[in-house]
């Protein structure tokens, strides 16, 4: 175990200058030709910690990262937007130009960590979903002036630590995407600490091969086979037993109506798997339905797709319908679990999707060790 993150409980704030790293990055779109924020959460999230601080008596600063803009000055990747909606939110925060226009942010360059801070009395991280990312505004300034954790990242960290250290058992651990490649390391973690681990969409056919099942042109990953076979040989993993598709070559994701087609364990030649079937569908709900803690990372298909969401809303709703402690880490479980009005109904939606993988995986990110390191609460 870890030692705890510093807190801002005793600080003396009035008077005080607090520049607090956020993750605003959130989605914007074109409105009457000027971009607007879409999806506030983000900027409500932390509403409370920006109130908190201007009551006793602050000044509040925050920043940002917003997109891709390359440490380069590019104009949609203005946080104008984001300024715009957290005024009308919380007046009386400041909100720095996007962190990522400066090639320093992403380099972590000290001097310009240095310069974020300046004139700063105190740095608190409100953003767990950053903190996988050694940049200059997460990793400096805790080495320079005295830094704590915000509310919501103590909280994302708090969860996924009990979830990990001492979790209500049975343990489910579901596991979903595209890319074995990218979750290979979170299901090996997985297997040592939940009892069963669910492993779907397009990453499942690498373990399917391994069984010496056909699986047309789903998505397949020789690299991986060799290590999804090893995992297989553990009792942990419970692959799908069935699959939806279509023909290669018809559209899919963001269009197109070709009737979807289902099959056993099998998947012929000239086809695709892109959800999963009934039978898998009832095998996973069972086994979420006898879970005490259940951690869902990754959609079971392509669920972006209305012809394609039938195994994701299932395990959504089976994960909804539990009673288990159910946290879901990881942006397209969110966004599922949202999509079908179903957030009410877990325990806890994390915020930080490639942190909260990075978290699970190896136990803590560079952003939070930073801040144990770091010149901590003021002596
Ligand atoms: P990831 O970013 O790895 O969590 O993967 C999420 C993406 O995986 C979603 O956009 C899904 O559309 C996609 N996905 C899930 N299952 C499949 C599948 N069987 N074949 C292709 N893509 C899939």
Redesign the pocket.
């Known amino acids: 175990m870890t030692a705890p993150l510093p807190s801002y409980d005793r600080w003396e704030l009035a008077g005080k200058r607090v520049l607090v790293r956020v993750d605003f990055n959130t989605p914007v779109a074109e409105v009457d030709g000027r971009l607007e924020v879409t999806d506030d959460f983000r900027i409500r999230a932390t509403l409370p910690l920006f109130e908190e601080l201007l009551a006793k008596g602050a000044t509040v600063v925050a920043c940002t990262h917003f997109g891709r803009p390359k440490g380069q000055v590019v104009e949609k990747y203005s946080v104008a937007p984001v300024r715009r909606r957290l005024a009308e939110l919380c007046p009386g925060v400041e909100l720095l130009e996007n962190l990522r226009f400066n090639p320093g942010e992403e380099a972590n360059d000290p001097v310009f960590g240095a310069s974020l801070v300046e004139g700063f009395d105190y740095y608190i991280n409100e953003a767990f979903s950053a903190s996988h990312r050694a940049h200059a505004s997460i990793m400096i300034p805790p080495t320079l002036i005295p830094s704590a954790a915000g509310p919501n990242l103590q909280r994302e960290v708090a969860t996924l630590s009990s979830l990990l250290e001492d979790p209500a058992r049975p343990f489910v651990a579901i596991v ?4 074995v490649k ?2 290979l390391g979170i299901v090996k973690v997985l297997s040592q600490k939940a009892d069963q681990v669910i492993v ?6 690498t373990f399917e091969a391994t069984q010496g099942r056909t699986i047309g042109s ?2 397949f990953d020789a690299s991986y086979l060799e290590v999804c076979a090893e995992l297989m040989e553990g009792d942990k993993i419970v692959i799908p037993s069935d699959a939806r ?1 279509l023909p290669v070559g018809a559209p899919f ?1 963001a269009g197109g109506d070709e009737a979807v087609l289902e099959w056993g364990e099998d998947i012929p030649d000239g086809f ?4 999963i079937g009934p039978a898998t569908v009832a095998t996973f709900s069972q086994i979420i339905a006898d879970a005490a803690t259940i951690l869902w ?9 209305p012809r ?1 969401s039938y195994g994701t809303e299932a395990v959504a709703r089976a994960v909804a319908a539990s009673n288990a402690v159910s946290v879901i880490g ?3 479980s969110v966004s599922a679990i949202q999509g079908y009005g179903l957030e009410d109904e877990v325990s806890f939606v994390s915020t930080g999707g490639g942190a909260s993988l990075e978290f699970v995986e190896l136990g803590d990110l560079p952003g939070l060790a930073a801040l144990r390191e770091g010149a901590g609460s003021p002596s």
């Open positions: 979903g995407g595209a890319k990218d979750k779907g969409g397009g990453m499942a056919y789903s998505l598709g994701g695709q798997g892109l959800d990372n990754g959609p079971m298909g392509v669920f972006e797709d394609l990881g942006g397209d």
